[in-house]
């Protein structure tokens, strides 16, 4: 992660025990971007505090704390802060930078870059994507792969809410494919922006579609390519499944696995699940309970030979529905030596509660 903006120190009277906190947290942060092997968890960590005292030393008026807060927001672990101090953080800067920059201002890239990843109101969000379309609009036409480009970047977090995105995506996707190959991975990333958003409509054939294609150009000796690969043959399991096509779903459980061996210190993770069925009458009467399956994972992701252990005081209904709902479950099976193989003993705990 690099800082892509800039700070304009003052030496205006700000208390010198503020100035100096900030200073000190901003060559801390400084320090650890030159070092590698830095973890993400205490980047981030190091630009939030940074972000603090900037703040702090700065105060709510400053494109220097809107500037730190766009810098945070793009660290990896953002996402998991306090949802208060992100809309905190998000309105920061969008008031700052309304105040500063005129509306074709190109830093508001970085702006609404930021802010979009904020977890706010449904109307909020469309205000954003509006604004951030109608931005980057004179690229489509002036610099068509810029725009393309940028974007990209926004349907990152616009590809799976519930809007009409193929107006705006397929017109860029068609111009992208016209002067790039195929396995560009502009081109791969917004075909796979716009299958998940033509899966989350319903538009089952045309993701699927655009789920293959990703699939048949990304380079699996890329780290970005193979994570492409993975993402679509997981999304095609999920597609299949509810399409009551187990059989087509399967040749994309094996490739998963065959690409990423099981952790022998993680439990799997099933590729497609359902939950079970709550029984009508325990949740008339709030009752709650729990169940642990054992099953095993045949060579092509499977389930077989769920059962229920240490069940003996559990209500007969919750075993029957969790047992009913592992074994639809599909997971991506074990490798060993290069072949598939079933991995017996898993279990998994379903908890059943009414608040």
């Known amino acids: 992660m690099a800082l892509s903006v800039g700070l304009l120190l003052s030496s205006g009277a700000w208390a010198q025990d503020a100035k100096q906190a900030f200073q000190q947290a901003y060559a ?33 008026d400053s494109i220097n704390s809107a500037n730190l807060a766009i810098n945070y927001l793009k660290s990896p672990h953002s996402a998991g802060q306090d949802r208060d101090i992100l809309k905190s953080m998000g309105d920061l800067i969008l008031s700052v930078y309304e105040a500063e920059l005129s509306k074709t201002d190109a ?66 996707l068609e111009q992208l494919e016209s002067e ?48 492409l690969k993975l993402l679509s043959h997981a999304a095609l399991v999920e597609l299949y499944e509810r399409k009551g096509e187990s059989e087509q779903a399967t040749e994309h459980c094996v490739a998963i696995g065959a690409a990423q061996p099981w952790s022998e210190n993680n439990e799997p993770e099933p590729l497609f699940r359902v939950n079970p069925v ?19 994972i045949d060579e092509s992701g499977f389930v077989m030979n769920a059962e229920p252990i240490h069940s003996e005081d559990t209500p007969p ?3 029957r529905s969790s047992i009913e709902a592992v ?26 509660s009414i608040q």
């Open 180 to 227: 790039l190959p195929a396995s560009d991975l502009s081109v791969l990333t917004l075909q796979l922006y716009l299958a998940h958003n033509h899966f989350s409509k319903n538009r089952r054939n045309s993701a699927i579609e655009l789920y293959e294609s990703v699939i048949a150009s990304a380079n699996a000796d890329e780290a970005a390519g193979r994570r």
């Open 317 to 319: 209904e919750f075993v």
């Open 107 to 172: 830093r508001w890239l970085d702006a609404y870059d930021a802010a979009m990843s904020i977890p706010y109101s449904s109307y909020r969000k469309q205000e954003l994507r509006e604004r951030y379309l109608a931005l980057i609009a004179p690229l489509q036409k002036a610099n068509p792969q810029l725009y393309a480009a940028t974007l990209v970047d926004g349907a990152k977090y616009w590809h799976r809410e519930d809007i009409p995105l193929a107006p705006i995506l397929e017109p860029a």
């Open 28 to 60: 801390d942060y400084q320090a650890m971007l030159d070092v590698s092997e830095t973890p993400s968890t205490e980047l981030s960590a190091a630009a939030f505090e940074a972000y603090q005292t900037g703040r702090n030393y700065f105060g709510d």
């Open 327 to 352: 074994e639809s479950w599909r997971y991506a099976p074990k490798f060993e030596n290069g072949e598939a193989v079933v991995a017996t003993d898993q279990t998994v705990q379903l908890d059943f």
């Open 278 to 296: 709550y029984p009508i009458s325990y949740a008339t009467k709030k009752l709650s309970g729990s169940v642990t399956v054992q099953f095993d």
